[in-house]
């Protein structure tokens, strides 16, 4: 199955247009066969890869299928929407919901999985266009997470006493840094 993933970053100056050209060049990685459709309908017709370019690219028109049509099926999947800017946001979720909607046939679709904070605009825009979309929240689940970020701290800072001994971490010192990581990330 194919899988196009973007791993949004803090700080970084992630748009649509960045994350559908990335999503772009993992598929036609992923499917060498689909090099020379990209190039006769795409890259020969138009100059700039602008985001209305890359939109049909992935989705199509009505008229041409676009490149994923023929990777169906595949699944996206975009990590830390809530990491890009705030006025970016909604239209990132806008354009990512536009490729799922490509082929409603049961043999081939594509799924995207979005994952983010749960930020009102986020949200907003998930739930106008997905009726049926459906929502984890890992926010409901703190003991879970907490115990998850304990786990990764502890193991982290074990590597970290081996690895430099001279941080002289011991058991109780690892312990009581992994208290204090799990109450600042509160979840998160």
Known sequence: MNTIYYFCRYHQSDTSSKILKALVLKLIDNNPDIIPVAYADYIEK?????????????????DVPGLLSGASPCRIIVDGVDECEPKEQRYIIE??????????????????????????????ALQKKVKAASAIQLSE????????????????????????????????????????????????
Not at 48 to 55: D, N, R
Not at 95 to 124: E, G
Not at 160 to 177: G, Q
Request: net charge neutral; hydrophobic share 40%; glycine share 2%.
């Open 46 to 62: 138009y100059r700039e890869p602008t985001l209305k370019v890359l939109k049909r690219m992935l989705a199509g028109t009505d």
């Open 141 to 188: 689940e703190k003991d879970s997470m907490n115990h998850t970020i304990e786990s990764l701290a502890r193991a982290r800072l074990s590597d970290m006493a081996i690895e430099k001994p001279s941080f002289a971490l011991s058991d109780t010192t690892i312990a009581e840094l992994c208290h204090v990581i799990v109450d600042k990330a509160d979840g998160k």
């Open 95 to 124: 354009d990512l919901l536009q490729l799922v909607s490509v082929d409603t046939t049961p043999t081939k679709h594509c799924k995207l999985l979005v994952s983010s904070r749960n930020l009102p605009d986020i949200a907003r």
